[in-house]
């Protein structure tokens, strides 16, 4: 005997098949799951990536401006009247003290100095036989064979031949000192700057020849303005930059400063040597700098690592494993280096990107890359060791 079940209403049905369908479809799964957007992935960084912000020195100081100029040069100028006959070394060579840099003609000067070492040699004999003379009349006049006025005239022609002898050997000597400075030597160790003459040239007496500067030397000869030289002192520390040398910072100290200011500009000079290993290598540039006067406890911030749009300087902080824009308010520059005081937004010890990019997001997460080996090699390398 067969049982009969009732029908189920038609709607129940379609909605239980329906159900059944997408439990097993696998398909419908993944196309649900990419219909979902997925989170951004994090922005890596590089450890170079991020500045620890930490608390340093803000100097202030005077404005210095001036050129870079060597303090051992040689404006080499003609001592004789003659003709350039030939140039040894040209302009930017190197040279060694007591090398010959250009020869002048000496045809009349080694004439000159014949002439005068011929005189010497015949007043040498003339003032032989004068001598001769005398010690004979001397030893004929203790015999009484001749008189004491010839005695007397003998001397006087003795005399007379030793003050001829000694203006001929002071001839020689100025003849031979004359043709040595048709010779044009390297008066020290340098470097040629500037040659004003050619072979062929005519040189008269003081005609500038060459200029040779010894390039360790270089100072800045700067000036500071009247009204600021009060608070400038020996030894104070100067940094500065030099047309030409882009943001290369250099340092220096103050070694003179003039005792007068200029009657024109009311401006003081004042004289600053290089630290060593911090020496350009051309001279005659432009720089301008700060003299370090004061010097005050801040937190600093490199200009690397802040963004400005409009009135506003922000920098993209590193909080929680996010990047967060934080403005700042911002005090002095240090003129050293170009680092600004932060005055608030910061605090000492926090992580912000040291190159940020306009197409960071506020609140983007972040990811710091461990140190490859070698990085970390050489760090360990340039860390300095406790003996």
Not at 2 to 7: E, T
Request: proline share 4%.
């Amino acid at each position: 005997m067969s049982r009969v079940f009732p029908a189920l209403p038609l709607a129940i049905a379609l909605a239980l098949s329906l159900a059944a369908c997408q439990k097993g479809d696998p398909a419908s799964s993944e196309a649900k799951a990419a219909a979902t957007p997925a989170a951004d992935p994090p922005l890596l960084l590089s450890p170079e990536d991020v500045l620890t912000v930490r608390n340093g020195a803000l100097a202030t100081g005077v404005v210095i401006t001036g050129s870079i100029q060597p303090e051992r040069r040689a404006d080499l100028r003609a001592e004789v009247s003659a003709v350039v006959l030939q140039v040894y070394k040209e302009n930017g060579e190197s040279v060694k003290r007591g090398d010959l840099l250009m020869r002048l003609d000496d045809t009349s000067i080694r004439d000159g100095l014949t002439s005068a070492q011929a005189s010497a040699r015949a007043a040498s004999e003339a003032l032989d036989q004068a001598e001769r003379q005398y010690q004979r009349l001397k030893t004929l006049r203790t015999s009484g064979m001749t008189s004491a006025q010839q005695v007397e005239d003998a001397e006087i022609h003795r005399n007379t031949a030793q003050s001829d002898k000694a203006a001929a050997d002071s001839r020689v000597v100025t003849a031979r000192q004359q043709l040595q400075r048709t010779e044009v030597r390297a008066p020290f160790d340098g470097v040629v700057s500037e040659r004003k003459t050619s072979a062929g040239d005519t040189a008269a007496i003081g005609k500038e020849l060459v200029k040779v500067i010894d390039p360790t030397s270089v100072r800045l000869d700067g000036f500071v303005s009247a009204d600021q030289i009060s608070t400038v002192k020996l030894g104070q520390s100067v940094s500065f930059n030099i047309n030409g040398y882009g943001e290369q910072q250099f340092t220096g100290t103050i070694k003179r400063i003039d005792a007068a200011a200029d009657p024109t500009t009311r401006q003081v000079a004042v004289i600053v040597g290089f630290d060593k290993g911090n020496l350009p290598s051309v001279s005659g540039l432009y720089a301008e700098g700060h003299i370090e006067t004061s010097s005050t406890a801040a937190l600093m911030v490199p200009t690397a690592a802040l963004m400005r749009n409009g009135d506003h300087t922000f920098a993209w902080r590193i909080q929680g494993g996010a990047l967060k824009k934080t403005e700042l308010t911002l005090g002095e520059r240090d003129p050293r280096h170009g680092d600004y005081a932060v005055l608030k937004g910061l605090a000492n010890g926090d992580e912000v990107l040291r190159n940020p990019s306009n197409t960071l997001k506020d609140g983007a997460k972040v990811k710091t890359a461990m140190a490859t080996p070698a990085a970390s090699a050489a760090s360990a390398d340039s860390t300095p060791k406790v003996k």
